[in-house]
């Protein structure tokens, strides 16, 4: 019998939803279906449904970093995913964590707010993710509303919004900013990716508007984009298949509570 090539890990740092639409079982689910390892260590517990999250309760950093650490000795990543922090705390460890590992690309999603409104990140939180967190960042993948708050930015039209907010965010030393515009009121879905090397040209990508609010596209797409990190895809490529693959599991998403429509990671 031929030996099984091993697959690329991804090492994702993240909170637990209840509900299964963000968080780490939407990493494992999307780094799986893509063909990569995913191990997953806990930042924060959630009290949550598919409409709103109701309270967060941000994990112990030691246990956080003796478990991060103790997985990372036996599995080294090819690749980190980092989602909901819940904290100042988390993510000042989150950091000093990624210092230890400076040639491991690191996909930020920065979850700021919950789809219900509900407040994910305050001002203490937000000012670590700028000042420890976007300089180990290879990619970022903001939606508009979280590129507009990171950056300080607001009251522009879409495309200036992301352009703006991407050249501030940029600064900050994350290398590339993906903008994602299911937000932007425009009749498309227009995701731009930025980087911080002159040499590479912005890129745009347009995808039709489906019709549902989703629970969970967010973190699909910064897992999708970690794992083509993770298989030595190019920041552009890793991005564009990301994308391609997110927009296909909300399209064939579905509705299994009283509020927002899940992504169907699993589609064949």
Same mark, same amino acid.
């Given at each position: @019998? ?15 939803? &209840?509900?299964? +639409?963000? +968080? ?22 959630? /009290?949550?449904? *598919?409409?709103?999250?109701? *309270? ?18 036996? @599995?080294? %990543? ?8 819940? *904290?100042?705390? @988390? =993510?000042?460890?989150? $950091? ?8 491991? &690309?690191?996909?930020?999603?920065? /979850?700021? =707010? ?34 507009? !708050? ?7 039209? &879409?495309?200036?919004? *992301? ?34 090397? %002159? ?11 489906? %019709? ?13 984009? $970690?794992?083509?990190? =993770? $298989? ?23 509705? &299994?509570? !009283?509020?927002?429509?899940? %992504? ?5």
């Amino acid at each position: @019998m031929p030996a099984i090539a091993p697959r690329p890990i991804v090492l994702c740092l993240s909170g637990h939803d &209840p509900v299964g +639409g963000a +968080g780490v079982q939407a990493d494992i689910e999307t780094i799986s279906r893509l063909g990569c390892h995913a191990c997953t260590v806990i930042t924060a517990l959630t /009290v949550q449904d *598919s409409a709103d999250v109701h *309270s967060i309760f941000p994990l112990d950093t030691t246990l956080f970093l003796q478990q991060a650490r103790c997985v990372i000795a036996d @599995m080294r %990543p090819n690749a980190i995913k980092i989602g909901l922090l819940g *904290s100042a705390d @988390m =993510a000042a460890s989150v $950091a000093s964590l990624l210092r230890e590992l400076p040639e491991i &690309p690191v996909v930020l999603d920065p /979850v700021l =707010a919950a789809g219900g409104g509900f407040e994910l990140a305050g001002e203490t939180l937000l000012n670590t993710l700028i000042e420890q967190l976007l300089p180990l960042t290879t990619v970022l993948t903001p939606n508009t509303h979280e590129a507009a !708050r990171l950056s300080g930015l607001a009251g522009r039209t &879409p495309e200036l919004d *992301s352009e703006a907010c991407a050249a501030r965010l940029l600064t900050y030393g994350c290398r590339h900013v993906l903008v994602t515009g299911a937000h932007a009121p425009t009749d498309a879905v227009i995701n731009r990716l930025y980087s911080a090397h %002159p040499e590479h040209n912005r890129r745009a990508w347009r995808w039709d508007r489906l %019709p549902h609010s989703y629970h969970g596209s967010g973190c699909t797409l910064a897992a999708a984009v $970690a794992a083509g990190l =993770a $298989a030595r895809l190019g920041v552009e490529a890793a991005c564009e298949r990301a994308q391609d693959y997110t927009w296909r599991a909300l399209a064939a998403g579905y509705r &299994p509570g !009283r509020g927002q429509h899940l %992504p169907n990671r699993l589609w064949t």
